[in-house]
């Protein structure tokens, strides 16, 4: 899909450190509106503590993040300004329905109409879901409770999906088609973030692409760029 031409999320020179450790030390890149980018690198690079930072949960040292033109802070949260987050480890709500967990993604949403659609169009995607409908979400398995946790994030249209490690754990199988479903969601206007250790897959969707090593940014270019340079690959992404 086309990116437009404004940034949608700018990431500033930031700098944010947790427990004397400097996490982020002045990332700087952007994510335009309509597009997927994603951030790559091994363990420790900083990825999940930078999607921490634009959802305000860690606070960042120096720099500048900001959404659709407005500096991204404690205040207000920034689930109701359109940016949802599918967590590592999927973090469903364990004790609901799959229902009550995508009701639970529509919180910040009055329409009711309009929230019956989305669930529709979410078991439309992921048929196995609407299976489970009445199931609780700590009785799914891993790959079930990824699609859910994807579908929850969904259900708050947000106009910026961040997704950390989506296919952690998962079999070849059920990567694929959650990979599948991110260019479905794309497709029709959602931008993607994405945090992905899979450097190959993440790659071959994304448009625009940022390798981190110990909070710094290494490189960052087109996903195709990035996936022909085999020494990058080797260096900083376990090849």
């Known amino acids: 899909m086309s990116a437009a031409s404004s940034a949608l999320l700018e990431i500033d020179n930031v700098y944010a450190s947790y ?18 980018a994603c951030v790559l690198g091994a363990n420790g690079a900083g990825k999940s503590t930078l999607l921490k930072c634009i959802m305000c949960a860690e606070k960042i040292t120096a720099g500048r993040i900001s959404f659709c033109g407005m500096p991204l802070t404690r205040r207000p949260h920034p689930a109701v300004r359109g940016i949802a987050l599918v967590p590592e480890g999927r973090q469903v709500f364990t004790h609901l329905t799959v229902y009550d967990n995508l009701l639970a993604g529509a919180y910040c949403r009055r329409d009711k109409a309009g929230i019956k659609n989305d669930i529709e169009k979410v078991f439309a995607l992921f048929p196995r879901l609407k299976e489970r409908i009445n199931q609780y979400g700590g009785h799914l398995s891993g790959g079930e409770q990824q699609m859910l946790a994807l579908s929850r994030a969904i259900m708050s249209r947000p106009r910026l999906l961040l997704l950390d490690e989506p296919s952690l754990g998962l079999a070849p199988i059920i990567v694929d088609q959650i990979f599948d479903i991110i260019r479905e969601i794309n497709a029709e206007g959602t931008a993607v973030l994405l945090v992905e250790q899979n450097a190959r897959k993440a790659l071959s969707i994304c448009v625009h692409a940022v390798v981190l090593a110990s909070g710094i940014v290494e490189a960052q270019g087109t996903g195709s760029s990035l996936l022909a340079d085999d020494t990058l690959l080797s260096a900083y992404l376990g090849g």
């Open 19 to 36: 427990g004397g450790i400097k996490a982020l030390k002045g990332v700087s890149f952007s994510v335009r509106e309509g597009e997927i």
